[in-house]
T-cell receptor, first 109, second 115 residues
Framework: SQQGEEDPQALSIQEGENATMNCSYK?????LQWYRQNSGRGLVHLIL?????REKHSGRLRVTLDTSKKSSSLLITASRAADTASYFC?????????FGTGTSLTVIP | SQTIHQWPATLVQPVGSPLSLECTVE??????LYWYRQAAGRGLQLLFY??????ISSEVPQNLSASRPQDRQFILSSKKLLLSDSGFYLC??????????????FGPGTRLTVL
């Protein structure tokens, strides 16, 4: 399977702390994306990083990509209770779009 | 702006009954369309994708089928549901055909429970 692996599976932090989640994939990709899913809802696109980029920022989000290690990380700084959700990495291989296994983040107020 | 609709939002069906889930997209033409299934507490599994009318690719063998009768309509079906078909079904579109690599936009999902 080309499904990506994410760790940790679950993460619980206090409001204000930083949250880091990691994604590993198995084959060369053109870009990697991160999505957020609130419980029982559809997914929302957060950020896209291209294979020729090493780091990208968007608000409180910072994404890194290491193509040599086939891995990416998502850092959420100064977390808020509203950041509680599941986070997924995702990428195309040809026409097919694969998601990682997801990290469930709980931010405790 | 683009909008993606899915219905119904929830569905409870007996084993052996048929299924039809519908997804429609507004505000874009010739989109790539995708059906995913998400089991409870798990990631998304790609079921089908379509790059055009009548063009369906299946990712995994299963009890389900998909059809694309119109450019912006994608239907997920089954003739006889199994217990293992329970899950959260998400439809998405991913940019124009041939323009792969962009973000995907998701519908609100359908929660299917097979009893």
């Amino acid at each position: 399977s080309q499904q990506g692996e994410e760790d940790p599976q679950a993460l619980s932090i206090q409001e204000g702390e930083n949250a880091t989640m990691n994604c590993s994939y198995k084959t060369s990709i053109n870009n990697l994306q991160w999505y957020r899913q609130n419980s029982g809802r559809g997914l929302v696109h957060l950020i896209l990083i291209r294979s020729n980029e090493r780091e990208k920022h968007s608000g409180r989000l910072r994404v890194t990509l290491d193509t040599s290690k086939k891995s990416s990380s998502l850092l959420i700084t100064a977390s808020r209770a509203a950041d509680t959700a599941s986070y997924f990495c995702a990428y195309y291989i040809g026409n097919q779009f694969y998601f990682g296994t997801g990290t469930s983040l709980t931010v405790i107020p | 702006s683009q909008t993606i609709h899915q219905w119904p939002a929830t569905l409870v069906q007996p084993v052996g009954s048929p299924l039809s889930l519908e997804c429609t997209v507004e505000g874009t033409s010739n989109p790539n369309l995708y059906w995913y299934r998400q089991a409870a507490g798990r990631g998304l599994q790609l079921l089908f994708y379509s790059v055009g009318i009548g063009q369906i690719s299946s990712e995994v063998p299963q009890n389900l089928s998909a059809s694309r009768p119109q450019d912006r309509q994608f239907i997920l079906s089954s003739k006889k549901l199994l217990l293992s078909d329970s899950g959260f079904y998400l439809c998405a579109w991913g940019g124009e055909a041939g323009g792969m690599g962009g973000e995907q936009f998701f519908g609100p999902g359908t929660r299917l429970t097979v009893l």
